[in-house]
């Protein structure tokens, strides 16, 4: 069983394998695990993990109880072993302009013009595909005049038959009795 360093000499692995039971109480080490460890966690830092990258790797997808912490971070030590880092093959960027995000860049956005006027925006600024200006003007306020002289007759028509309707019912009830019109 590895004895444990002088607090002294311990190593940045040593340190951050000794703080996730800190952060995570599922994964808290003993001095000797942190010492037996350390030879596993190393390799990580040497390759230019930062400490917050370290931990994440190590603390994400937890399962809900652990029963054995030592085993399970000397697994992930081992799996998730980062790749060395390679020289850079990429050549630099041309000065100049960026080019537009896109599919290439991970990102992708639709924008749409009004077909009246042409401003631009997000179809979902744009619903039936005009501005809101330009929808405005499409549709007025109030009722359109060819709507009210087509439903004028209609509706005078109704009007004439209720009138009489309640003409009729006030001959029967009789004007002693006006509570009764509208009671059944």
């Known amino acids: 069983m590895p004895v444990p360093p ?5 190593s940045t692995a040593y340190r951050a394998l000794a703080q996730l039971g800190r952060i995570d109480g599922r994964l808290t080490l003993s001095a000797a695990d942190c010492a037996a460890l350390a030879d596993l966690a190393a390799p990580w830092f040497e390759r230019g993990v930062t400490l ?6 190590l603390t994400s997808g937890l399962p809900d109880v652990v029963h054995a912490p030592r ?3 000397g697994r ?3 799996d998730k072993l980062p790749p060395e880092a390679a020289p850079d093959l990429t050549p630099a960027p041309a000065p100049g302009p960026r080019p537009a995000p896109g599919p290439a860049h991970g990102l992708r956005r639709t924008i749409v013009e009004c077909t009246e006027c042409g401003v631009p925006g997000r179809p979902q600024a744009l619903p039936g595909g005009l ?6 003007r ?6 359109s005049v060819t709507a009210t002289a087509d439903v004028a007759p209609d509706v005078r028509r109704h009007v004439s038959r209720i009138r ?4 009729t019912r006030r001959g029967q009830v009789g ?5 009764l019109l509208f009671s059944r």
Do not use: H, Q, Y
Request: aromatic residues 2%; glycine residues 6%; hydrophobic residues 40%.
């Open 6 to 10: 002088p607090v002294a000499t311990r």
């Open 52 to 57: 917050d990258r370290f931990t994440c790797a």
């Open 71 to 73: 085993a399970l971070l």
């Open 76 to 78: 992930r030590l081992r």
């Open 131 to 136: 501005c809101r200006a330009c929808a405005a």
């Open 138 to 143: 499409e549709r007025p306020s109030g009722p």
């Open 164 to 167: 009489a309707a309640i003409a």
């Open 175 to 179: 004007a002693s009795e006006p509570g």
